[in-house]
């Protein structure tokens, strides 16, 4: 048994209707991101993050900045691969300040606050992300970096339909070459945009309460082709529309199929498995090698994300029916506990 094909979108659509629910014409996935994000009404449910993770040759530098409807949440972390050295900062603002999201997935987003400035806009498929803060770890930390959006790649954009009050748009670009640094006090890191890449993920939904859910994605050069991965679970399956996909120099082979992750959630660095549910299209082994532990426990609110940096390795058919082979291929993968 195979799962349907999804439905392509090749418009521009708006993800809601004018009660704040579930636009039908909004379900399916689309190869660039023609999705408007207007969301309205359902008090507390709302959720709203652009998340960046930039893979550099020494380091991995990420940046959120998130609205959660009761909070605005905006975090900044850093791994250096070699030593493991990891700091991270997060600030959270009560009802979410003056914090505003934009509805489409290139609009710029500020926050800034006296402990942390984040400024993202894109100018000409160019996206400017530039951060600082006095104090990471008892260091100045400053970035700027100019990440590219080349004009002929696709990129994942997917609309998961849980019911008609809860649903997700989720954008997520990859592979997308990245320059310039990140600099620790006085230690400076560069990007160089034939070997770095960045990876964006949008999203704007109406979440339920409760959530579980993994992504697995990497970004990197493989055989001097630019591959991106993505895969999700557990939170898309049984909707019909899943977050699966490999890009391969900018090409979007999509995977209709839900996939299964199978990790022990005793000990997240055990090996992890991705299998697509009905056929051999993806068989990927994660093998981890540092693991970020992130806890929120508010009164109302809680939730634990444990992310992985490792290797994948494996292989996915493509549409013409030919296997990608990956060995040693650096990303992460996740699993969200959510109460929210």
């Known amino acids: 048994m195979a799962q349907h094909a999804e439905r392509e979108i090749m418009e521009l659509t708006r993800l809601c209707d004018n009660k704040g629910n579930l636009n039908p014409l909004a379900i399916g996935y689309a190869r660039k991101p023609l999705i408007d994000c207007n969301l309205s009404g359902h008090f507390m449910r709302k959720k709203k993050w652009n998340y960046w993770c930039i893979y550099g040759e020494e380091v991995l530098f990420s940046v959120t900045v998130s609205h959660l409807d009761y909070a605005a949440v905006c975090f ?9 050295r990891f700091i991270e900062k997060t600030i959270t603002i009560p009802l979410g300040g003056k914090l505003k999201m934009p509805t489409k997935v290139l609009e710029p987003v500020q926050f800034s606050n006296p402990e942390l400035s984040i400024s993202i806009t894109n100018l000409q498929s160019t996206t400017y ?3 600082s803060t006095n104090n990471f770890e008892n260091e100045a930390l400053l970035a700027e970096l100019i990440i590219q959006h080349p004009l002929e790649d ?23 070459p990245t320059s310039g640094f990140v600099k620790i006090g006085n230690r400076t890191y560069k990007f160089n945009e034939e070997e770095c890449f960045a990876v964006l993920d949008f999203g704007r939904g109406i979440w339920p309460r409760e959530v579980v859910w993994n992504w697995a994605m990497a970004s990197q050069k493989v055989r001097n082709h630019r591959v991106g991965l993505n895969f999700g679970g557990q939170w898309t399956d049984g909707t019909g529309m899943t977050e699966n996909a490999i890009i391969i120099d900018g090409k979007m082979t999509k995977i209709h199929e839900d996939v299964v992750f199978t990790y022990d959630r005793a000990n997240f660095k055990k090996p992890w498995y991705i299998t697509t549910k ?28 444990h992310q ?11 549409d013409d029916g030919s296997t990608f082979l990956i060995q040693q291929m650096l990303g992460c993968i996740e699993e969200h506990v959510a109460k929210w």
């Open 154 to 176: 696709e990129s994942l954009n997917v609309v998961i339909p849980r019911n008609r009050k809860n649903f997700q748009f989720t954008a997520k670009h990859h592979t997308l």
């Open 308 to 318: 992985l940096v490792g290797y994948y390795s494996g292989q996915v058919k493509l």
């Open 76 to 84: 900044i972390y850093f791994l250096e691969y070699e030593t493991q």
């Open 278 to 305: 009905f056929s051999d299209q993806v068989m990927l082994t994660f093998h981890p090698f540092f693991e970020r532990v992130a806890k929120n426990e508010m009164k109302v609110v809680q939730s634990e994300v």
């Open 129 to 131: 992300l530039s951060v």
